[in-house]
Each structure stands twice: as C-alpha cells, then as structure tokens.
C-alpha cells in the first residue's frame, strides 16, 4: 500500500457506495499479514462491528421487536390490565378478540368499524390535498424569477417543524364557535358551524343542500340495512364536520415537508430537455405534463406512500383536540385502540386493533408502490424515448449529430 | 431588443409580468395562510379571555397583559419545561452518538451478519410507530421502568432513520482518510471517532436537528410510558390544559401562551440551522 | 497458536478504544436513565406499608376548578402536617384514563376520586381495597350512598360527599326579560316558555350540559331511566324516555337551548358564567366556579321544574377509592377518616359546594347555606347513577349519540343503547 495507491482509491471511491473497499487497509500496516494474522483480524473488525451496533441493535430489539411480540400474544389473550400479562392468570383466548372486530354485531365491531370510516374519508381527502398542494407550491417556488423564494420556503415549511401539539391548541382557537375562522367567513356573510361540536357528515351535508335527502329524515332505504354494524347512510356519512378541522390541520402542516421533497426533485429537472420541449413549441402546461411530472414520478410515489403511511396514524390531533368526539366522528383506529386499551382496559381487542392497523398500513402501502411501479416504469420509458426523440430533432434542427 | 427600448413591451413581456405578479398573488396568499395562526397565538397569549373571545382575528392585544404567562410560570408548567429540556437533550445526544456508531459500522466496517443488519434496519423503519402504543406500554412496564425517566428516553434513543442518514453519509467519506489513521495505529473507535466524525460534521448537524425537534414534539411516547405528573414533558402536559386542568373552560390566552412556549425553542433551531432542516427533510426523501 | 503480531500498545489502544464506547454508551444511558430530579426518586421510594415510617401518598382527583382542587390540597396539607407524611394533589385530565392507566403499570394513585358509575367496573376488576369498616362511625354515611359503594356485599369505600341537579338562573337577564319570581318555571311547558323568553341575540334562554348525566333528569321527571340499578335491567327503550328526550330534542331545535359546546364552553357552568346562556341545569360544584371564575355574575338557584311524572333530578356521588395496590393502605385509610369527618366535609361544602355524605354534618349544613334549599330539596328525590358493571363503553356511546341529540332519531339513540347496554350485562 503506497500512499499513491491510497489517494488513488481514495478519490475513486470517494463517491461510491462500495463500502468494501478498506480490505485492503484494514489489515493495518505491513506486509506481514499472514493467513492466522487476517483470521484474527477479521475477528476483531466482527467484535467492533458487532460492538458498533450493539446499542442500536438493544434498543430497537428491546424497544420494537419484543413489545411488537407481547402484543402479539396480548392480542390473543384475555388481559384485563391488572397484574402481570404473562403470568398464568392470564388466558389463551384464539382469535376471539379479531372476532369481535369483525363478526360480533355489537358495540365494539361499531366502533371500530365508524373509527375505520373515519379514518378512510380522512386518508380519501388529506393524501390528494396534501400531494397537489405541496407540488402546486413548489412548482411555484421553483421559477427562478421569483424572489424571496427563500422566505417563502421557510414559511410553508415552519408548520411542519413545530410541535402538533402547539398546533392543535391553536386550531382549537382558530376555529371555535365564534373564532378566527368563523369571524373571517363571517366577513363574506357566512355563518360557519359550531366547527368541534357539529357531527354532521360532510356528504350528508351536500345532499341535504342539493335536496338529494334531509338530514333530519335520511331515507329508510339507507338507514334501515347496513353492514358491519353501520347502516349505509352511516358509511356514507363523509367526515364530520370537526374532521374536516383535522383534514385542514394535517393538510396545512404536511404540505411543507413534502413541497420540499418536490423542489429538490423539481432542481433534478433537466433544464435542457424542458427548453428543448418549450423551443418545439410546446406551452408550459404541456411540458409540465410531458417532462416535468414524468420525471417527478418517483418522488410523487415517496409522498403518496408517505401520506398514506401518515394519515392512518393520525393521533396526536384526535387526543388534543377532540378525544374522538362529536359523536365518536373524529375516532381514528389509532386514537381507538389506545382508548380501549388505556381507559376501557380492554387490552386484547385493542392489541388485535393495532395489529389490523399495521395490516391496513402495510397492505394499502405495498399495493400502492406495486401500482406505481408498473406505470412508473412505463412512464420512464416513454419519457426517455421522448426525449430522445426531441433531442434528436433539435440537434438535427441545429445541423449537429446524434450522439 | 426589449431591454433597449423598454418602453414597448411585447406581448411575451407582459404575459411574463402576469406571470410573475400571479406567481407573488399565490405566495404572499400562502404565506398568510402558513403564517397568521402563529401571529394570531403570540397575539393572543396576551390577551385577556374576553378579548381573546371578542376579537379573535386582532394581532392587538387590548389591554396588553402578561398574566397568562404569570399564570403559567406559577404552574406546573416550568416543570414540564425542565423535563423536556431533559428528555430532548439526553436523547438528542445519546441519538446522535447511538446512530453514528451503527451508521459507520454498516458503512464502514465489514463484519460478519452486516447486511443481515442492515436489513433489519430498514424493516424496523416500515413499521408504523403509533401502532406501537401498546407494545411499547407493555415491555416498559415488564422492563419495570414505567414512569421513570428511562422509560421517557431510552425507547427514543435509537431511530432507524437516523442511522440510514448516517450510513448514507459515511459511505461518502473517501476511504483514504481512514486508511491514513489505521497506517498511524489507530484502532477502529478512534478512526471513527476522532476521524471520521469530525468529517461528518454537516450530518451530525442535521441528525442532532432533527433529534431535537423529534423528541421536543413526542406526544405519544410519553402518554404511554408515564403516569406520573413530576414526569410530565411540555406536549403532554400541555395537552391536558384544553380540559382546563388550569381551572374551568377554554382559556384560550393561557393555551396560546403555552403552545407559544414550546413553539420558541424549535422555531429558534429553525430559523438558525434552516439549511440542515431541508437537508433532513430530503434525507427523509432518499430513505423512501 | 502463534501470539499475535501486533505491538502491545496497540492492541492496549485499541482496546482503549472500544472500552471508550462501551464507556460512553453506558454513560449517555446512565446520565439519562438514572439522573432527573430529586422529587421523582421520593415517589418511587413509598415508604413501607403505612402506618410506620413516613408515608408518601398521592391522590387523584377530577377537579371542578381551581376552588376545589385548592380546598383538597390545603386538606390534604393539613392531614399531612398532622400526620408527619406527604401528599401529593394531582387533578385528573381525564379519570377514568388515568386510573385504567394506573392500574395497568402497577403504580395507581394511593387515594382518588372514585364516581358511581366508574365504580363497579373497578370493584369487579380488584382494583380496590375495601376498607370502609375501617372508617370512623361509618353508620353515620347516608345509607343510600353507602350501598352505591356497595357490590355482592362488600362495602368498598365511604362516599366523599354527593350533589344534585337544580336550575340556574341569570338574575340580571332574568329581570331584562321581565320575569319576576312568579314566573319560576315549575313545568316543562313553563321551562319552554322561560328559555324562550331569555332567548337574545347573544344569549340563550338554557345551557345543556354534555351526555346522559344532565337529559337524563327530563327522563326521570317522566317517570323514566335508562336502567334500574337494583335489578340490573335496561329500561331504556321505553315511551316515556323517548318522550323525554324527544322535549329535550324539541328544545333544543327551537334555539332557545343548546349544548355548552355549542356555546364554545367545556360546561353549562362555563357557558352560564360567560353569560352565553341565561340558564343552565348543573349541580352543587357550580357555586364554586361561579364564585372563583364569575363572581361578578348574581344567579339564583330553583328546583328542576316538574315534569308529567312529577318531580325529579339526578344524584351524583363519588367516594375516596383506596387502590387495591397501594403500599400505604393504612396511611390512606387514616386520610379518608381525616377528609370525611363532619367538620372537613362543612369546609368542602363551603368551598365548592357539594353537599356533606354525613348526617351528622347536615343540619349545620342546611342553616348555613338557605340558598341551597333546591339542591337539599334535591336529596330526597334524586336518582343515582346507572352503576352496573360492564356498561362503561355503552354508556360513553350513549353520551357520544345525545352529543348529535339535535338531529337524532330519539328512538334510534334509547334503541341502541338498550341493545348495547343488554349485551353488557348479559
């Protein structure tokens, strides 16, 4: 190993990922390595390894492993909360508490079933929202010849970086009765609901509006025959009212974090393509369309899956602000599972709660990613032949060669 | 053409003025939006509760009153304060240190079950943390440190994110550097440690930002790993004022003087270090 | 094997080195593990089982405002003085969470608040020590009170004090309506006319507070409840609740009542002191709020109007819990005989107005406090609590159903609850 070689290496790899290069050095110094001297060698560098990422390892495993494992068996027990969950007082009960999620008719599976409604309006109106505002914004903070785009940054992203908690209070104020909100729409000669107490559903709401039914006589052919412990019109409800405070509360403290995943992609645009599609003519929408957006599949892929991931564990907001009320319409799996857990010590239907929660997460995540992989391939394909195409054009335009 | 005589604007000019003014319209729009809130709860905090209920949209306190952050200074909420100054810089630091460690080892050294490791990392990463409520509740109280101070930080010690941030930026250290220190003798914590980690400045950096604002912000965590109101943090000890554990009803002054409280100490990272928060915001992008 | 080729001082280096993480690791989990502050290592180290030593106690209560909770603490110091142990006052954000969370780690509070309704579950669940034949002259509680603590027999814990439901009213608006002492509504159709007449551009006549504990008093006045205690059967499905709810339901759709929440209040104490509301119907712990929060607001006091079955109110007690886990039984047991002696009891009543548990303590009560004639009045006719084991979650979405009772299907809202509540008690 000569000090050229080293630089040599060095440089060369300095931006790889091959993070095998040290064999080499790691040997220490000299030629004397001898077969029992690596042996030893590759002993200790396992000992540092392993010493390295031990603390980790204890954490994550004591912390995330073995509770993951507890609940497991918590989901499948009779525990009530008292004494010791693993000792033998404790029962062996099946899949009887995923049963009462899902077959038992009575209050529980309704519970669940309205939390799991809630929570689906919730992730139908916050995922689009958040995605399009976030990438509307950093479309806009990327024109170059706007100014202070600095500040601007700043601003949408503070919200994201402040505590929920903080936030949450604050909304609580804003939106009161008679609240900043309410005394804005009252300027335009609105008068905004009572925001934290009013449990209507936001599509009951639009048919009563349009006349499609009355709220206050909802058509039997909808409330007389349901499924899973909620009638039809119950399903149909839309979120409430007060879930629409925590929609604009997630959607206005997410979009920074996820405006900035979109102006890093968007500085990722290459430049010369987008003014090779504006010189053949084509406007700024449709080069949006045709080269912008192809090449911010990917990130839009992290952003939804992100946005899926978040918005079913929404929590924090649901115990600050509204413990699940009015009428249980802001209950979220998430918040339900610790209040049966931690207030109605049903431990074993909540841990069986949790447990489906992750189902939904994982399922919902990985068929997302496996839909967008398709066409994002597809996509990437297609652009890149575009591009070709439009390269080729251009410089034959010029009189210069095809590469 | 159009700069020598600017006085004829062509129609390209002015759709780009356009443009340009809808541009700033939709900006100055938004900023508003992201920002009055955070006006509207420093106004606020100084208000009395009946100024507060009659003038909600006022940035003027009228009277100008410092009672709610008396009220607050004469609560348990100094308290709540100290805490999380605690929690947050233990497990700040013991984050940044914990996660370097494991970042440079599946980095950089190569032993044997590494990659087995590293798997498990990102796999520990896919799990939803609020599903983990109960799981966690259940091996503090096994572990018998319920509603101790350990219990409030070692959970948090380690995050998996943080050592993928880690990794990732290690295996851009040129090996060189090293290579050099082991020629010197040095053994393996000392490269890292007085080598490697200086030169991971801008890393750490974003790793102790985002630690900071991470744990400062934990609300769910400790509702579950404590019961104790000598353990209270600000956010769980916050969240009880909307039930008026102050005394009756929405004091909405003494609310916004709290959440003001706890905004302050992230804002001021925020505005100081801005440029990592992006970093880690983007690092965040990468890991996906 | 041959020896290692390697200097000693290296290897002595490198084992420095790793000794220096294991070091540092151990540090930054020990500095953060075993530090904090002094306060917490005392409430770890209880002392042993009362009676001997110094005990450290801690007590949980549900608080109704800063009166209450300061008449408890400085209680709570007195007993500590006398005592030579500590308490340490905590107000619940929410009890029913805090106890189930207690129980469930293993370090419940020592002493609490324990309401009706909350009981029984924690009676079954053995999370209570029974101790009320420890209590000093414990014939002297009212009986009805002691056998709402009661269940299969055993008495658990002595009731801390009890209040009713009575009509507060406005005197300022009452008179800008022009309304005298004549018009006292006595009947559910005066109770109408008055709410409608209080009714202004920024009052309303009446304020409701949340859930089953403040409707639930039209259903008694009509004969009605949602169970029977003492059979253990669900009688909510029935006309007469329906037609209770559905006046209640009519009231409100006229605008001349609402929810506190609609009224941006927690409570109908909050929306009455506020002056949002010119009525509201709440128990004795108001007396307290109003004169801490709202001394400026004057109020009268009357009997709930009567309503087809006659007169009727709701009666609430809670009793000091004792957990089943503490390790200070005894010290806490001393401390209930401290808080439940005649005297302590005519304090509490005069700081936050609840109503004394003992006889002994009730003729000075009565001569003390004339203003109070309604909630006295209140005593004799008062329904308790639906205290049957099991019915918690049916309960808490009973009251989450009555939050939409504007828009609801009364029927829908006794129905469900009948068939939920069944299910509960088998």
């Known amino acids: 190993m000569t000090p050229d070689g080293r630089t040599a290496t060095g440089s060369v790899l300095a931006t790889s990922s091959v993070s095998s290069a040290p064999t080499t050095g790691r040997g220490g110094p000299g030629p004397r390595r001898t077969g029992t001297g690596r042996r030893r060698l590759g002993e200790s560098t396992n000992l540092s390894g392993w010493l390295f990422v031990a603390p980790t390892l204890v954490v994550l495993g004591l912390f995330l492993l073995v509770p993951i494992l507890m609940a497991l068996w918590v989901s499948v027990s009779d525990w009530t909360g008292k004494g010791n969950p693993f000792s033998g007082d404790t029962g062996f009960v099946g899949l009887d508490n995923y049963k009462v999620l899902f077959t038992e008719d009575a209050l529980t599976r309704q519970d669940f079933m309205t939390s799991l409604r809630n929570n689906f309006y919730f992730v139908l109106l916050v995922v689009p929202a958040q995605t399009v505002l976030a990438l509307f914004l950093a479309v806009v903070l990327n024109q170059s010849l706007l100014k202070a785009r600095g500040f601007f940054r700043s601003a949408f992203y503070f919200p994201s970086v402040t505590s929920s908690v903080a936030i949450s209070l604050t909304f609580l104020f804003l939106f009161t009765g008679s609240g900043a909100v309410n005394s804005l729409l009252g300027f335009v000669g609105i008068d905004g609901p009572n925001w934290f107490s009013d449990a209507r559903g936001l599509i009951h709401i639009v048919g009563d509006k349009l006349g499609v039914w009355s709220i206050d006589s909802p058509p039997a052919a909808l409330t007389d025959s349901g499924v899973l412990s909620l009638s039809w019109w119950d399903w149909l409800s839309g979120p409430s009212v007060a879930l629409c405070v925590i929609i604009m509360l997630v959607v206005w403290t997410t979009t920074g974090t996820f405006m900035l995943m979109f102006l890093a992609a968007l500085q990722d645009v290459p430049q010369d393509v987008v003014e090779a599609s504006r010189i053949d003519g084509a406007n700024r929408w449709n080069t949006f369309r045709a080269v912008t957006l192809p090449h911010l599949r990917p990130t839009m892929l992290l952003v939804i899956t992100l946005g899926l991931i978040g918005t079913w564990q929404v929590f924090d907001q649901v115990f600050v602000m509204t413990t699940g009320g009015p009428s249980k319409t802001t209950s979220t799996p998430a918040y339900l599972q610790y209040f049966y857990a931690f207030e109605g010590q049903e431990w074993g239907v909540a841990a069986a709660m949790a447990f489906v929660l992750f189902l939904i997460i994982f399922v919902l995540t990985g068929l997302q990613r496996f839909l967008f992989r398709d066409k994002d391939a597809i996509a990437e394909k297609r652009a890149v032949r575009a591009r070709n195409r439009r390269r080729r054009k251009a410089l034959a335009a010029e009189g210069g060669e095809v590469r | 053409m159009s700069t020598l005589s600017p006085a004829r604007r062509t129609p390209i000019d002015n759709r780009r003025a356009l443009l340009l003014f809808l541009g700033y319209v939709v900006l100055v729009a938004f900023a508003l939006i992201y920002l009055y809130p955070f006006f509207i709860q420093v106004a606020t905090s100084f208000k009395t509760d009946p100024d507060a209920v009659r003038n909600p949209l006022s940035l003027s306190p009228d009277p100008f009153t410092g009672r709610s952050f008396q009220r607050l200074a004469t609560s348990d909420f100094p308290l709540w304060f100290l805490n999380s100054v605690v929690v947050t810089v233990c497990v700040t630091v013991g984050r940044v240190f914990l996660d370097s460690l494991a970042g440079y080892a599946l980095a950089r050294i190569k032993f044997r079950g590494r990659q087995a490791i590293f798997t498990a990392v990102l796999a520990v990463m896919a799990v939803p943390g609020v599903i983990l409520l109960i799981p966690k509740f259940l091996v503090l109280k096994q572990l018998q440190i319920y509603d101790t101070y350990p219990a409030l930080i070692v959970p948090l010690l380690v995050d998996a994110a943080g050592v993928f941030i880690m990794k990732q930026f290690f295996e851009n250290i040129p090996v060189s550097v090293e290579e050099a220190a082991r020629i010197d003798g040095a053994g393996t914590f000392r490269i890292f440690w007085s080598v490697v980690l200086p030169m991971a400045r801008p890393a750490v950096i974003t790793l102790t930002i985002l630690s900071f604002q991470g744990s400062w912000n934990e609300l769910p965590h400790f509702i579950v790993a404590s019961q104790d109101p000598a353990l209270y943090t600000l956010t769980k000890g916050v969240a009880t004022l909307t039930s008026g554990q102050l005394g009756s009803g929405n004091q909405f002054p003494l609310t916004m003087a709290a959440a003001l409280v706890m905004t302050i100490p992230v804002a001021l990272v925020f505005v100081i270090f801005q440029r990592y928060f992006v970093t880690g915001a983007n690092a965040g992008a990468e890991k996906g | ?426």
């Open chain 3, 1 to 426: 094997m041959t020896s290692p080729r390697r200097t000693p001082a290296r290897t002595a280096r490198r084992r420095a080195g790793l000794a220096a993480l294991a070091l540092a690791s151990a540090t930054v989990l020990a500095a953060c593990g075993g530090g904090g502050f002094e306060e917490d290592s005392t409430d770890t180290a209880d002392g042993p089982t009362g009676g001997e030593g110094k005990a450290s106690l801690q007590m949980l209560i549900a608080s109704s405002g800063d009166a209450e909770t300061k008449a408890v603490e400085d209680a709570a110091a007195a007993w500590a003085e006398e005592s030579g142990n500590e308490v340490k006052v905590v107000v619940a954000q929410d009890m029913a969470q805090q106890l189930s969370q207690g129980f469930a780690g293993g370090n419940p509070p020592d002493i609490f608040y324990l309401d009706a309704s909350l009981f029984p579950d924690y009676a079954v669940n053995e999370n209570l020590y029974a101790y009320a034949d420890q209590v000093d002259d414990v014939d002297d509680f009212y009986q009805p009170l002691r056998d709402t603590f009661t269940l299969d027999g055993t008495e658990y814990c002595v009731p801390k004090d009890f209040s009713t439901l009575a009509l507060q009213i406005n005197t300022k608006s009452w008179e800008a309506a022009g309304l005298t002492e004549d018009d006292l509504p006595t009947t559910w159709d005066e109770l109408a006319d008055v709410a409608g007449k209080l009714t202004t551009g920024d009052q309303v006549g009446l304020a409701l507070g949340p859930g089953r504990d403040r409707v639930g008093a039209f259903l008694v006045e009509n004969g009605g409840f949602w169970a029977d205690s003492e059979s253990g059967e669900i009688t909510a499905d029935t006309p007469e609740n329906a037609e209770a709810l559905q006046y209640a339901q009519d009231l409100l759709k006229s605008g001349d009542a609402a929810f506190s929440a609609d009224l941006d209040s927690g409570w109908g104490g909050e929306a009455f002191g506020t002056e949002r509301a010119a009525m509201t119907i709440e128990g004795n712990w108001i007396k307290g709020a109003m004169e801490n929060d709202y001394p400026d607001v004057d109020y009268t006091v009357a009997e709930l109007p009567e309503g087809p079955a006659g007169k009727g109110t709701l009666q609430f007690t809670q009793c000091w819990g004792i957990s089943a886990e503490s390790k200070n039984q005894s010290a806490a047991v001393d401390l209930v005989n401290f808080l439940t002696t005649p005297e302590q009891q005519l304090e509490f009543a005069d700081a936050f107005g609840v109503m004394p548990s003992r006889q002994a303590a009730q003729q000075d009560y009565v001569d003390s406090y004339p203003e109070d004639a309604a909630f006295i009045a209140g005593g004799e006719y008062g329904q308790g609590p639906v205290n049957l084991p099991g019915v918690g979650p049916a309960l808490a979405d009973l009251d989450s159903q009555l939050e939409s009772l504007k828009s609801a299907n009364v029927e829908d809202v006794l129905g469900s609850f009948q068939k939920n509540a069944e299910a509960a008690v088998e």
